[in-house]
């Protein structure tokens, strides 16, 4: 079977790097041949961090390259499509792009609230069902969790399929030591687009440095200060990731509680706790579903709770053991590119043949 896959960034981009990317080998040789046509390469991706935005032109050349990969859909059996293949187009005339070639629309973000959400009422008037209208002419649609499965059922997706994002468990080797024999070091990974979460942590931060002395490590966020905090802002890459995070003592994820959020699938969570690390978080989303409180990690619902279950975790290692061991099991039984990827084979498969919804055992809900 042959496979056009309209990734939305190239291997920099987070997202396309964990939906698509990572399972290309898996997928070929289970005899799944795909074709990769990112809409934002990696050039212009990296231009827009270092920049702040896109240049009018990338995006303009952006648009023309996509067009020019659907218009060869018809070499494919399936295409699968990362959140949308045509951004702010009409939803007709890119399903008019599509036509002919069954399709996969796979969501990771709750990118249908840039349109129903968006502050402009002629733009939640016109396109406020866009993705809907995308997801129901779907033949699948893998959701990255429930939030977004439960909008892809409501707007009428014949098959639907919870997909968390994964890791390959070869790249991330298990913590070996829990005790600290250094200052000890709190770790955030992420972009320059959602450091900004980060950010709103500075307070809690700062009142957790009068405690204790520790580094907060950034990864990828750019270069960052907060007042009274010692911070470590090291550059992202995908061969130094694991090794950045295993080195440390436990890994945060702060997220606001709005729609949006309710849409981001735990990523950073299953990254730390592959490593082994404990872990606190926002009870926002996915983070729901993929930290345990108590058992691998704790929620955070308050600045007074961020400065002080963070404390609590670095001044016990054995509690750190405890969470972080945890943790671990946890994503190789549920978050795990090697219990994942042949699920992800056998969907697109069917996907890319003539089964019809009413025939298979397809719609089901996933970890919760």
Same mark, same amino acid.
């Given at each position: 079977?042959?496979v056009l896959v309209l990734a939305r960034y190239?291997?920099?981009?987070?997202?396309?790097?964990?939906?698509?990317?990572?399972?290309?080998?898996?997928? *070929? #040789?289970?005899?799944?041949?795909? $074709? !990769?046509? +990112?809409? =934002?390469? &990696?050039?212009?991706?990296?231009?827009?961090?270092?920049?702040?935005?896109?240049?009018?032109?990338?995006?303009?050349?952006?648009?023309?390259?996509?067009?020019?990969?659907?218009?060869?859909?018809?070499?494919?059996?399936?295409?699968?499509?990362?959140?949308?293949?045509?951004?702010?187009?009409?939803v007709w005339l890119e399903r008019l792009f599509?036509?002919?070639?069954?399709?996969?629309?796979?969501?990771?973000?709750?990118?249908?609230?840039?349109?129903?959400?968006?502050?402009?009422?002629?733009?939640?008037?016109?396109?406020?069902?866009?993705?809907?209208?995308?997801?129901?002419?779907?033949?699948?649609?893998?959701?990255?969790?429930?939030?977004?499965?439960?909008?892809?059922? *409501? #707007?009428?997706?014949?098959?639907? $399929? !919870?997909? +968390?994002? =994964?890791? &390959?468990?070869?790249?991330?080797?298990?913590?070996?030591?829990?005790?600290?024999?250094?200052?000890?070091?709190?770790?955030?990974?992420?972009?320059?687009?959602?450091?900004?979460?980060?950010?709103?942590?500075?307070?809690?931060?700062?009142?957790?440095?009068?405690?204790?002395?520790?580094?907060?490590?950034?990864?990828?966020?750019?270069?960052?200060?907060?007042?009274?905090?010692?911070?470590?802002?090291?550059?992202w890459s995908v061969e130094t990731e694991a090794?950045?995070?295993?080195?440390?003592?436990?890994?945060?994820?702060?997220?606001?509680?709005?729609?949006?959020?309710?849409?981001?699938?735990?990523?950073?969570?299953?990254?730390?706790?592959?490593?082994?690390?404990?872990?606190? #978080?926002?009870?926002?989303?996915?983070?729901?579903?993929?930290? =345990?409180?108590?058992?691998?990690?704790?929620?955070?619902?308050?600045?007074?709770?961020?400065?002080?279950?963070?404390?609590?975790?670095?001044?016990?290692?054995?509690?750190?053991?405890?969470?972080?061991?945890?943790?671990?099991?946890?994503?190789?039984?549920?978050?795990?590119?090697?219990?994942?990827?042949?699920?992800?084979?056998?969907?697109?498969?069917?996907?890319?043949?003539?089964?019809?919804?009413?025939?298979?055992?397809?719609?089901?809900?996933?970890?919760?």
């Amino acid at each position: 079977m042959r496979v056009l896959v309209l990734a939305r960034y190239g291997q920099q981009g987070a997202s396309s790097r964990v939906r698509s990317f990572q399972y290309l080998s898996t997928l *070929a #040789a289970s005899g799944i041949k795909c $074709e !990769v046509s +990112p809409l =934002v390469d &990696d050039p212009i991706l990296l231009k827009k961090y270092r920049l702040g935005g896109y240049l009018p032109l990338d995006v303009l050349f952006a648009y023309a390259r996509r067009i020019v990969a659907m218009f060869e859909r018809g070499r494919f059996d399936l295409v699968w499509i990362e959140k949308e293949s045509l951004p702010w187009f009409p939803v007709w005339l890119e399903r008019l792009f599509l036509h002919g070639r069954p399709y996969v629309l796979d969501l990771d973000d709750a990118i249908f609230h840039n349109y129903d959400l968006h502050r402009v009422a002629a733009v939640r008037r016109l396109y406020g069902q866009r993705i809907d209208r995308l997801m129901a002419g779907a033949r699948l649609v893998l959701a990255g969790n429930r939030y977004l499965a439960d909008r892809a059922e *409501a #707007a009428g997706a014949p098959r639907v $399929e !919870v997909i +968390p994002s =994964v890791v &390959d468990l070869a790249a991330y080797p298990l913590k070996a030591n829990y005790g600290v024999t250094r200052r000890p070091v709190i770790v955030w990974i992420g972009s320059p687009s959602t450091v900004q979460y980060l950010l709103e942590l500075a307070k809690p931060l700062r009142l957790l440095a009068g405690r204790r002395a520790f580094t907060l490590r950034v990864i990828g966020g750019g270069t960052i200060t907060m007042q009274g905090v010692d911070v470590e802002a090291i550059p992202w890459s995908v061969e130094t990731e694991a090794a950045a995070i295993g080195e440390c003592d436990v890994g945060i994820m702060p997220l606001r509680d709005t729609p949006w959020e309710q849409g981001k699938c735990a990523y950073k969570l299953i990254q730390y706790m592959a490593c082994g690390l404990p872990t606190v #978080a926002s009870p926002v989303g996915a983070n729901r579903d993929v930290l =345990v409180e108590g058992v691998t990690g704790f929620f955070a619902r308050t600045h007074s709770d961020w400065a002080e279950l963070v404390d609590l975790v670095l001044s016990d290692p054995s509690l750190r053991e405890r969470l972080g061991k945890a943790g671990r099991a946890r994503v190789e039984a549920n978050y795990s590119l090697q219990q994942v990827a042949p699920k992800l084979v056998s969907l697109l498969t069917q996907a890319g043949g003539h089964l019809q919804a009413t025939s298979s055992p397809f719609h089901s809900g996933g970890p919760r």
